[in-house]
């Protein structure tokens, strides 16, 4: 499992130039899922993503986690960042998982995140459009493996 994590002002997704759904402070969370993740491999990224401190305290340093500043979170299934690039010119996606999983493991991953913070979505398997305002910026990228994160 992958999640590029990017701290933002604001983000929104749309479809077919409407505006499907839409946050303000928080991150929004790119989230790859491969053949063979399990519910454990979301735990421990959800339960490291809510908990990094990557907001700002009173003296500008970066010491708050989303929870504590009260952020919000755009999830948007995103099965290229799974692409394999190693032969040819042509990304390969063998190592996505089917869409029928895939989709059940990100509405988890979505109802777990919301005892967290506001959870606002794209839409899955749809093409989107996203725009977002960087803040910093801080961009992350997280992985996990066997109920593990990877360094």
């Avoid at 979301?42 to 989303?66: C, E, Q, T």
């Amino acid at each position: 499992m992958k999640v590029v994590l990017q701290r933002v002002n604001s983000a929104n997704v749309k479809i077919d130039n409407t505006i499907i759904s839409e946050i303000q402070t928080g991150v929004v969370l790119l989230w790859g899922i491969k053949k063979g993740d399990t519910v454990r491999d979301a735990d421990v990224l959800i339960k490291k993503i809510v908990n990094l401190r990557i907001f700002s305290d009173s003296s500008g340093k970066m010491n708050k986690s989303i929870q504590e500043i009260s952020g919000q979170i755009l999830l948007v299934s995103q099965f290229t960042l799974l692409a394999n690039t190693s032969k040819g010119n042509r990304p390969s996606f063998i190592e996505a998982e089917d869409p029928i999983n895939a989709e059940q493991l990100l509405s988890y991953i979505s109802k777990e995140l919301t005892t967290y913070a506001k959870v606002a979505e794209g839409k899955f398997g749809a093409y989107m459009n996203i725009s977002l305002e960087n803040d910093g910026p801080v961009t992350i990228i997280l992985e996990s493996e066997n109920g593990q994160l990877k360094l």
